[in-house]
């Protein structure tokens, strides 16, 4: 079946580093994709988009990356901050109009 | 900043409990959407709607039921509540046009004892 999901479920970066946190996908025939961003005690809140005639796409601190010959997706954040410690997460529409697919979800956890 | 709401934030039941969980949104958004999240895991899709008086079953099975009579308002009920029904249910809503951002709520974590 389709599928979305993340290559780590813990990530921990030093304040002011970059963090990346990356997503594969199994259907090739994805064509839009959006990096979510949880809190605790939070719904999802959107980070940034990007479809699928579009490789790499910047947003604030934030730029996600398409590989669409691995079926891959990155979120980078520059100069990590202790607010951005949260649960990420990467869906994908395997059909232009149909239901997201999401991934599990990346603990980022920023030190101080 | 979304403008779509949940309520209760928490709630605690007993087992054999009917319950809804309220979600309203105020964007005109047409599609909206149910899904379940147990803690740090991802979202499971439960039911949709494309609009008033559209309901459908997402890919998780689920024993709750859903109405949309009016835009706004995409109530989620469960007849009779049991402890396995423990867990975050998450509201969400998009434009009615395919492939768009999904706008969530803030959620109901349901306990059900």
């Known amino acids: 079946g389709e599928s979305v999901g993340l290559h780590l479920p813990t990530l921990s970066v030093q304040e002011g580093d970059n963090s990346i946190i990356n997503c594969a996908y199994s259907n090739s025939a994805s064509d839009y994709f959006i990096w979510y961003k949880q809190e605790s005690g939070k719904g999802p809140q959107f980070i940034i988009d990007?479809?699928?005639?579009?490789d790499k796409r910047q947003g604030q601190r934030v730029t996600v990356l398409l590989n669409k010959t691995v079926k891959h997706l990155s979120l980078q954040i520059a100069a990590t901050q202790p607010g951005d410690s949260a649960v990420y997460f990467c869906a994908g529409t395997y059909n232009y109009g149909q239901n997201f697919v999401f991934g599990p979800g990346t603990r980022l956890s920023v030190l101080p | 900043e979304a403008d779509i709401y949940q309520t209760p934030r928490y709630l605690v039941i007993g087992t054999g409990k009917k319950i809804t969980l309220e979600c309203s949104q105020t964007?005109?958004?047409?599609?909206m959407y149910w899904y379940q999240q147990d803690p740090g895991m991802e979202l499971h899709l439960i039911h949709y709607s494309y609009g008033v008086n559209s309901t459908e079953k997402g890919d998780l099975s689920s024993e709750s039921t859903v109405s949309r009579i009016r835009t706004e308002h995409f109530p989620l009920t469960l007849e009779s509540a049991r402890p396995s029904h423990t867990s975050q249910y998450l509201c969400?809503?998009?434009?009615?046009?395919?492939?768009?951002?999904?706008?969530f709520g803030s959620g109901t974590q349901l306990s059900v004892l």
């Open positions: 964007m005109g958004h047409d599609k």
């Open positions: 969400a809503s998009s434009e009615s046009q395919g492939g768009e951002k999904l706008f």
């Open positions: 990007i479809r699928s005639n579009m």
